[in-house]
Nanobody, 127 residues
Framework: VQLVESGGGLVQAGSSLTLFCAAS????????MAWFRQAPRKEREFVAG????????RYSDSVKGRFTISRDNAENTVYLQMNILEPEDTAVYYC?????????????????????WGQGTQVTVSS
C-alpha cells in the first residue's frame, strides 16, 4: 500500500491550498480516507475524513467551514481544499486510509482507526 501526498507549500495567511493524496495497492473505493496534521511539538490530530463513496464527511472543529475533503474513486485520489489558511494551520499533513465500514456512531478521529499512512507534506502559513 502506498499513500503519496503532494501540494504542500509556503503560503500567506488568508490564502488557499489544495493537498492531494494518491493511493495504490488497496481497494480505494472500499476505503475510508482521512487527513491528519502534526505541528511541531504537538500530537497528530484529525483534520477531515470521507466515506467510501464520498457521501459522508467529518471535520475537526478547527477547520470546519474552511477545509473541504473530497475524493475521486476513478483516480484513487483524495483531496483537501484548504481556504482562509491561518498560521495555526502550519503542520505536516498526512493522508490516512482505513479499510473498514463507515461507523455510524464511533469516531473516526483516533489515529489507531487507520491502517495505512503517507509520509506527509509540509504546509507553512506565514502571518
Amino acid at each position: 500500500v502506498q499513500l503519496v501526498e503532494s501540494g504542500g507549500g509556503l503560503v500567506q495567511a488568508g490564502s488557499s491550498l489544495t493537498l492531494f493524496c494518491a493511493a495504490s495497492g488497496l481497494p480505494f473505493s472500499a476505503t475510508i480516507m482521512a487527513w491528519f496534521r502534526q505541528a511541531p511539538r504537538k500530537e497528530r490530530e484529525f483534520v477531515a475524513g470521507i466515506s467510501h463513496t464520498g457521501a459522508m464527511t467529518r471535520y475537526s472543529d478547527s477547520v470546519k467551514g474552511r477545509f473541504t475533503i473530497s475524493r475521486d474513486n476513478a483516480e484513487n485520489t483524495v483531496y483537501l481544499q484548504m481556504n482562509i489558511l491561518e498560521p495555526e494551520d502550519t503542520a505536516v499533513y498526512y493522508c490516512a486510509a482505513a479499510q473498514r465500514e463507515w461507523p455510524a456512531a464511533r469516531s473516526i478521529s483516533p489515529t489507531d482507526f487507520y491502517d495505512h499512512w503517507g509520509q506527509g507534506t509540509q504546509v507553512t502559513v506565514s502571518s
